[in-house]
């Protein structure tokens, strides 16, 4: 269970520990996808529109995001997303993440907190191997499978709420907005029948966005003559492994006999509530 969270929790450490979200992205061809919408206090904030599914509908654009950290948005980001038309913020955080950068949203957009917990984790002791320089591939996990199986009450809830609201614009964030808003964006993509390939493509995405972040992080940490040797553990912790997700979805197929039996069964998605989701998110 540790291994399998381990990369989830030391990216987050390693976020909280040097500082790396802060400044905007490079922008990005508005015709690319996934589509980012620059902002300058997140990096990896982007349309969930524009994918093909397997019947040939399309993903709507404007109604559906997904983010890192939202702590550090501006006043003119924060007016951006009104103008998208954003009225809630979904926020998979924990209440150590929380506090360590609590959220600012505007009194006019409401919350809501599911928080996706960090079991077993001390983030002084983990701090301390940073600083220390005591990193080693261990840290590095195999798959979200541990995240899928756990917290699928919190994932239940999220989809419940997409159902519930069908008219309402939302983002959906963590603190990096690639792993367990990873996992979040590959099961609601996979819900609406888009096909495998073009899921791990968005999921292995967020290296492309959170690439000078994490080139900023390292750049800091080379100072520190402790961490000589563990730059590319850093980039891969700071990152993302296609791997991950494939071996995420071979975990819940390997459990559940398919992924759609996964949202029947763990989440609540059935055919019903699947056929409900494409209406309200594809294009006719």
Not at 109 to 133: C, K, M, T, W, Y
Request: proline share 4%; glycine share 8%.
């Amino acid at each position: 269970m540790s291994m399998l969270y381990g990369l989830r929790r030391s990216c987050l450490l390693l976020i909280l520990a040097w500082g790396v979200l802060a400044g905007p992205a490079r922008a990005e061809d508005g015709m690319t996808l996934p589509r980012q919408v620059v902002l300058e206090g997140a990096r990896n904030f982007r349309d969930m529109g524009g994918y093909a599914t397997t019947d040939g509908r399309h993903v709507k654009f404007g109604r559906l995001y997904r983010s890192d950290n939202l702590s550090r948005l501006s006043v003119a980001d924060w007016d951006r997303l009104r103008q998208l038309g954003l009225v809630t913020v979904v926020d998979f955080r924990t209440a150590e993440e929380v506090a360590a950068t609590p959220p600012e949203v505007p009194a006019d957009i409401s919350l809501l907190p599911l928080p996706i917990g960090l079991a077993g984790l001390n983030i002084e002791d983990f701090r301390q191997r940073v600083s220390e320089g005591r990193l080693d591939a261990s840290m590095l996990g195999v798959s979200y499978s541990a995240i899928a199986f756990s917290a699928a009450d919190r994932y239940r809830r999220w989809f419940e709420f997409l159902l519930a609201h069908p008219d309402r614009v939302s983002v959906f964030h963590c603190t990096s907005g690639k792993d367990r808003t990873g996992l979040a964006a590959a099961l609601f993509l996979s819900a609406l029948g888009v096909p495998r390939e073009t899921v791990l493509q968005d999921f292995t995405a967020s290296n492309r966005f959170l690439h000078d972040g994490i080139e900023a992080t390292l750049a800091r940490v080379r100072a520190n003559p402790k961490l000589a040797g563990n730059e590319e553990l850093l980039r891969r912790l700071l990152g993302v492994e296609r791997s991950q997700m494939e071996q995420t979805f071979t975990d819940i197929e390997q459990r559940y006999g398919s992924v759609d039996a996964y949202l029947t069964r763990a989440l609540g998605v059935g055919p019903a509530q699947r056929e409900r989701l494409r209406t309200i998110y594809l294009e006719r």
